[in-house]
C-alpha cells in the first residue's frame, strides 16, 4: 500500500480519551484500504485474520489478532471477506453477540443468491446486530482519500446500529442514506453492479440519431449516387459519412442540454410559479444534461478528428493528383479566380468552428468535480450557461455557415430529401428562440401579462359559477 504522506496514528491527543477501536474482519485489499480512512479520521483498528503472523502488510498503526481476539475487543466489526467464507462466523457466534456487523459484501452479479448477502449473515449470527453498507466503495476511493461527500446506503433492523454505523461514515467525510430494514439489502447491493445508469438514457438518444442519420446519409448519399448516376462511392461510409454524422449528432445533443431548461421556463411561465414540481419526464430529462453534454462533446471530437485527416485521405489526394495530370496532358491551366466571398464564408466556417469546440471543451472540463469543485456557484453558473448558450450559438452558427445557400438549390433535394445540416439546425434553432424570448424583458412580459390576463377571467368565471349555485 502507498503510505507517503498520510498520517496513520489516531489524531486523539495523549491527554484525550482513548481513540474507539475498530475490528476489520479481512486483510486484503479492501479491508487494508478501509483501516487506513478509519486510522486517518482518528479510530483505532484491529485486523482479524485466520493468520496473524503473516497476512502480508498492515497499514501502520493497527493491529492484526486472530477472528476471536479481536472480535471481543471491539464493538463494530467491518466484515471485509466473500460470502463464500461466512462459516467462520457462525462458528463465532457467543464472541459476535451484541456486536455491530458492517456487511461490505457485494456479489459478482445480480441474482447470484436467493438472499442478500447481510441476510444470510444475519441468519448466521442472529444476536448480532448486522448492518449493510458503505459496500458501494471502491478500494481506489478508500485508497486515494476520495470520500468527501460521497454517497453511501445503509440498511439494518437495528436502528441504535445504523446510528453508530452513520456516525462512522459521517467522520470520514461520507453522505449517509438510510434504505431502511435489511430487507432492503438485496437492492443495496445491487448498486454497485449497476451499469451506467444514469447514461443509459443519453446513450440511447446518441445512438438512435446515429443509426437515424446513418441510415439517412447512405440512401441519400450512397444508394442515390448509385442508382441515379451509376457511381460506387460506398467507401465513403467510413470517413465522409462519418463526418457528417458526428457534427449533426453532436449539435443536436447539444441543444438537448438546454432544451428542458427553456422548456421550464415556458412551464414556470406559464403556472405563474416556480415552486410547483415539473413532470416526470421533464425532471429525468434535466438530470441527464451532463451526460447529454459529454456524449456531444465526445462526437464534436471526433468531428474535428476527422476534419483533420480528410485531406490525408486516397480519394482526395487522387482527385488532386488527377486534375494536374489532366492539365498537363492538355497542356492547360485552370484560370485563378479569387472568390472574397467564398473566402470570407471559408474562414467564418472554420473560426465559429474552432470557438465553439474550444468553448464545448471548456463546458465539459467545468463538469468534472474536480474542476467544478473549485467555481463559486456564480462562477460554475456562468460557465455553463452563459458560456453554454455562447457554445450553442456559435455551433449553429458554424452549421448555418456550412448550409449557406444549400437551400435555395433544387440539386441538394435529392429524392426531394433535405440535406442532413438542413435536418440538424431544427432543434438547436429552435432552443435558442426559446431562451431568446425568454431573456428579453420585451418579450417575456407580455407574456406575464397575458398569463395573469387568464387568470384573471378564471377567477372571474369561477366567481360567476359560485354566485349562480348560490343564488
Not at 491527554?15 to 475498530?22: K, R
Not at 476489520?24 to 485486523?47: K, N
Not at 457528417?244 to 449528432?249: C, E, N, Q
Amino acid at each position: 500500500m502507498k503510505t507517503e504522506g498520510a498520517m496513520l496514528h489516531p489524531l486523539a491527543s495523549g491527554d484525550g480519551p482513548e481513540p474507539e477501536l475498530m475490528c476489520i474482519f479481512g486483510t486484503g485489499d479492501l479491508g487494508r484500504s478501509l483501516g487506513l480512512c478509519l486510522l486517518q479520521s482518528g479510530y483505532r483498528v484491529v485486523y482479524g485474520s485466520r493468520r496473524p503472523h503473516s497476512c502480508g502488510p498492515l497499514p501502520e498503526g493497527a493491529q492484526v489478532m486472530t477472528h476471536e481476539e479481536s472480535a471481543r475487543s471491539a464493538k463494530m466489526i467491518f466484515v471485509c471477506v466473500h460470502r463464500e467464507h461466512y462459516e467462520f462466523l457462525e462458528k463465532m457466534a457467543p464472541q459476535l453477540e451484541r456486536k455491530v456487523l458492517v456487511d461490505l459484501s457485494n456479489n459478482l452479479k445480480k441474482d447470484m443468491y436467493m438472499e442478500a448477502n447481510a441476510v444470510y449473515l444475519q441468519r448466521l449470527v442472529p444476536k448480532a446486530a448486522v448492518v449493510k453498507g458503505l459496500n458501494t466503495l471502491s478500494t481506489w476511493a478508500l485508497q486515494n482519500g476520495l470520500l468527501a461527500g460521497r454517497q453511501v446506503y445503509l440498511c439494518g433492523n437495528n436502528g441504535e446500529a445504523k446510528r453508530d454505523v452513520a456516525e462512522m461514515a459521517t467522520k470520514l467525510g461520507l453522505t449517509v442514506v438510510d434504505k431502511g430494514s435489511l430487507s432492503a439489502a438485496k437492492e443495496v447491493e445491487d448498486f454497485p453492479l449497476q451499469l451506467f445508469p444514469e447514461w443509459r438514457m443519453p446513450l440511447y438518444v446518441a445512438f438512435g440519431l446515429s443509426a437515424f442519420f446513418f441510415l439517412y446519409l447512405v440512401i441519400r448519399d450512397i444508394i442515390y449516387a448509385y442508382v441515379e448516376n451509376d457511381e460506387d462511392i460506398s467507401y465513403r461510409i467510413m470517413i465522409s459519412l462519418a463526418n457528417k454524422i458526428t457534427p449533426v449528432v453532436s449539435l443536436i445533443m447539444l441543444s438537448l442540454c438546454y432544451l428542458p431548461g427553456a422548456i421550464a421556463g415556458f412551464l414556470q411561465l406559464y403556472r405563474g410559479t416556480k415552486y410547483r414540481r415539473f413532470p416526470n419526464w421533464l425532471d429525468r430529462w434535466m438530470l441527464c444534461r451532463k451526460q447529454l453534454g459529454l456524449l456531444a462533446l465526445g462526437f464534436a471530437l471526433l468531428h474535428a478528428i476527422y476534419t483533420l485527416i480528410i485531406p490525408a485521405r486516397y480519394s482526395d489526394r487522387q482527385r488532386v493528383i488527377s486534375n494536374v495530370l489532366n492539365e498537363v496532358k492538355k497542356n492547360t491551366t485552370t484560370p485563378l479566380y479569387f472568390d472574397n466571398t467564398s473566402a470570407w464564408r471559408t474562414d467564418s466556417l472554420y473560426a465559429l468552428g474552432i470557438l465553439g469546440f474550444f468553448l464545448f471543451v471548456l463546458l465539459g472540463l467545468t463538469s468534472l468535480p474536480s474542476v467544478g469543485g473549485t467555481l463559486s456557484w456564480r462562477e460554475f453558473s456562468f460557465v455553463q450557461s452563459t458560456l453554454g448558450y455562447l457554445t450553442l450559438f456559435l455551433s449553429t452558427a458554424h452549421c448555418y455557415i456550412y448550409a449557406w445557400d444549400k437551400f435555395l438549390r433544387k440539386s441538394t433535394y435529392k429524392w426531394y430529401t433535405p440535406p442532413d445540416s438542413m435536418l440538424c439546425l431544427i432543434v438547436p434553432s429552435v432552443t435558442l428562440v426559446l431562451k431568446l424570448v425568454l431573456v428579453l424583458p420585451c418579450v417575456n412580459r407580455p407574456l406575464m401579462r397575458i398569463r395573469q390576463g387568464w387568470e384573471r377571467n378564471r377567477l372571474k368565471d369561477e366567481m360567476g359559477e359560485l354566485k349562480a349555485t348560490n343564488m
